[in-house]
């Protein structure tokens, strides 16, 4: 057993794009557990556009990462010592443990994963997280109902795919949008949507006219920017739009606002943001469910999995920005 | 009686604040009553920010008015002649009538007034669409519940005075934006608001934080622009945003988007857009419980009256976009 535990740590809040200078790597001894405590050392860390806001100072859904502190990150690690009842030395789990090879936990918002049902980059995906958010998004917030036109944006995206797979399941007409072919092809062929859209094409709002005429009813934005003015003009009577993210605005300094916002009163429409941890005690119905479609082979999960040390998380969390991955992006260690 | 009547039409589509080249003055015979009709005499002509929109080409709620019509506006008449076995000569009417000096109605969508219960012009205020279009988005749209942190923006115009008032009737804490001294007196002084923020002063958001430490549950927005943009970051958790109107930006070549929007996920809030016309089956509930407010002296009907002819509209609707209204802006014929 390595006597270090190698942490990620913040050293100071980017503007823009996050630089290697914004990061810092330490080794500290591995951590012993306490009682009521466990160690787990961390095999997959789960990359998220998310992760971007934490990085900055200032009013948000949780604080900031303080300077000098471990990155926050979702992860699944493999429990190595035990004074903690309920978890034993083999179990793996996910929970918040930061991005670092080690971490000390007493268990809270620790979940254990059922390796019977999936392999462990599932509870990354499809029943983590990501799966839980495209659920309550798209179901509770955007109040999906059968036959609804639905409009997804990151749609070869983790949590995109995933919602566009339930408004599938849930008998919605689904369109995806999505940067190049490749991930257009993936949209409808492996994740199943109805259609999808290249945005870097011209003419989206042309082509999403064309293949909603009746209007959007649901749109799960992942976005923001310009896609989200396009789809503003496209919006059925009574619809609405989900607010789950803004990736291609987290790292510009001036945010685009959405101009064309009074379409929400053109279309009686509405745009409601949400946050899964809000859903917590809904977590078990949300997982059961998921877990049944999966086990159907109705829901696909699909990553994209970067071998690797701690040492290359920097790197990999601009992947995201870039667009280089289709499905969950995973960093395992 | 006068054999002609004079008219203002919608010439040009006009770019940025309408100029009077973008109007055209006619004069045509009186309208004849036929079968199944009547003929008003307009008195009074309701100048709202909405006709603004009305003037643009473009997908909107209801179509523009055509180059060469005349244009649209909701006003009161006396009626001169009729045909109509509903209307009486002498019966004071609301309709949309147009910016004209007489029309002519078959009687759809026009109601008759009961002078008995409050002058005409209240009809176009706090008993008419003004009232009606505060008390839907209020109450429907933006789910009031007694205790609730309300803000409202245009607070010393026709509808915010009357959304504030009635947000203090159904035992909210209701703050009025307003710009300038002498507005914000009114908010507080003639509509009761707990309190007024004048825009124009520096440093909003921080006044709105000290009066609002919890956050604000309800904004009821008729601005749009910085002010919104404002508020969004004192959102309540789970706070609704009422978008009724956008005064801010109807003049803009290039609308200004609101760039805090993903507040809206950080509070867990929603941004609705409605329109008063859905409500049309519950207009007799509404102007009920809005006549009996009234009548108890809790609903205080504020007017600007400019006195003239229709050839004043163009000039009057100007008015509006400099502000220089308090409470409903109306042109006596």
Redesign the interface.
């Known amino acids: 057993m390595p006597q270090t535990n190698r942490q990620v740590r913040l050293a100071a809040r980017p503007s823009g794009l996050p630089r290697l200078a914004d990061w810092q790597f330490t080794n500290e001894a591995v951590p012993a557990a306490g009682p009521g405590e466990f160690v787990a050392e961390i095999t997959h860390l789960s990359i998220d556009p998310a992760m971007r806001g934490w990085m900055n100072a200032g009013?948000?859904?949780i604080p900031p990462v303080d300077i000098g502190a471990v990155m926050r990150a979702g992860g699944i690690g493999r429990v190595t010592a035990s004074e903690h009842p309920g978890f034993a030395v083999g179990d793996y789990v996910y929970g918040t443990f930061g991005v670092q090879e080690y971490a000390v936990s007493d268990g809270r918002g620790v979940l254990k994963l059922d390796l019977s049902l999936a392999e462990p980059t599932a509870y990354l995906g499809v029943l983590g997280m990501t799966g839980l958010t495209a659920y309550f998004g798209l179901l509770d917030t955007g109040r999906l109902k059968e036959g609804d036109t639905v409009v997804v944006s990151g749609a070869a995206g983790a949590v995109g795919s995933v919602a566009g797979q339930i408004a599938k399941i849930k008998g919605g007409q689904v369109i995806g949008i999505a940067g190049g072919q490749e991930k257009c092809r993936l949209v409808t062929e492996e994740f199943g949507f109805d259609a999808a859209i290249d945005y870097r094409l011209p003419h989206l709002r042309r082509t999403l006219r064309e293949l909603a005429p009746g209007g959007v009813d649901v749109y799960f934005d992942n976005v923001?920017g310009e896609i989200l003015?396009d789809v503003l003009?496209c919006l059925a009577r009574k619809a609405r739009i989900v607010?789950?993210?803004?990736i291609s605005?987290y790292n510009e300094t001036?945010?685009?606002?959405?101009?064309?916002?009074?379409?929400?009163?053109?279309?009686?429409?509405?745009?409601?943001?949400?946050?899964v941890f809000?859903y917590a005690d809904r977590y078990p119905e949300a997982m059961a469910e998921l877990a049944g479609w999966y086990r159907a082979g109705q829901l696909v999960s699909r990553e994209t999995l970067v071998t690797g040390s701690v040492e290359d998380f920097p790197e990999t969390l601009l992947k995201l920005f870039e667009g280089a991955n289709t499905g969950k992006l995973i960093l395992a260690i």
């Open positions: 009013v948000s859904y923001g003015d003009t607010i789950c993210g803004a605005q001036q945010v685009r606002g959405p101009a064309n916002y009074m379409m929400l009163l053109v279309a009686r429409a509405s745009m409601t943001g949400f946050l809000d």
